[in-house]
């Protein structure tokens, strides 16, 4: 069986490399599962997808996961550090959403998140970015993400 047959989303591209390298640099295996969320993400980088969103293209690419599956590798790379999860406080179900965790950013940045179309924008203002730092520390955040995301409505949505 040929790598396209394993894995169907799989198509010659810059990132298959990364996707690969990323799972076994964590000690993951690369099932069909994996690499194809991974592939999906790296295609939609400005995009936080849902798990219903995930399994959507899975059965348009004609990849048989359960929707299970797809959550349990979405909280393994999330716990991982491969994933950061974000839930829309305005949706009545919150469904959480996922996007690739920024894998360097200054610890003096930020991002402006707009809850309607996802658009972000980050932003480097060291005091600013230290400040939110201490005051999450002293609320008992948890602080290991080198990104602090603000939730907003930004004006196209407003």
């Not at 999330?78 to 959403?97: F, I, N, P, V, Y």
């Not at 003096?108 to 005051?135: G, H, I, N, P, W």
Request: hydrophobic share 40%; net charge positive.
């Amino acid at each position: 069986m040929d790598k396209d047959q394993l894995f169907p989303y799989h198509t010659t591209r810059q990132n298959d490399a990364q996707v690969f390298a990323q799972l076994r640099k964590l000690g993951m295996r690369p099932t069909s599962a994996r690499v194809c969320v991974l592939q999906v993400l790296h295609d939609h980088p400005d995009e936080p997808l849902s798990a219903e969103r995930f399994f959507q293209y899975f059965v348009e690419i004609g990849l048989s996961v359960s929707l299970g599956t797809i959550y349990r590798v979405l909280n393994e790379m999330e716990h991982s550090g491969l994933l950061q999860r974000e839930r829309r406080a305005d949706e009545a179900t919150a469904k959480s959403r996922y996007r690739l965790a920024p894998e360097v950013l200054p610890p003096s940045s930020y991002a402006f998140c707009c809850r309607v179309c996802a658009k972000v924008m980050v932003v480097a203002d060291k005091q600013f970015s230290e400040t939110l730092y201490r005051q999450a520390k002293s609320a008992g955040f948890d602080l290991k993400l080198p990104q602090m995301s603000i939730q907003v409505v930004c004006n196209d949505c407003a």
